[in-house]
């Protein structure tokens, strides 16, 4: 069985996992208000899907 003869630093190790970072894939913008939204999903901000109103946007309450 193979043990390794000396400790791997932090260095390296982070070295060969860096490709390993995760990414978010599938991000585009908003055409009506220009925010970041999952492609072909409903934008959570306004509401819109292709240039249209498909969902009336939930207003915050304000608690005085």
Known sequence: M???FRR???M???MRRSHQ???VSGMT???N??????AHRVCQNCGFYKGKQV??????KVEE
């Open 33 to 38: 208000c220009g925010q970041l939204t999952f």
């Open 21 to 23: 970072a995760l990414t």
């Open 8 to 10: 791997v630093s932090k």
């Open 2 to 4: 193979a043990v390794p």
């Open 29 to 31: 913008t908003c055409q």
């Open 55 to 60: 969902v009336v946007p939930k207003t915050e």
């Open 12 to 14: 390296k190790k982070r």
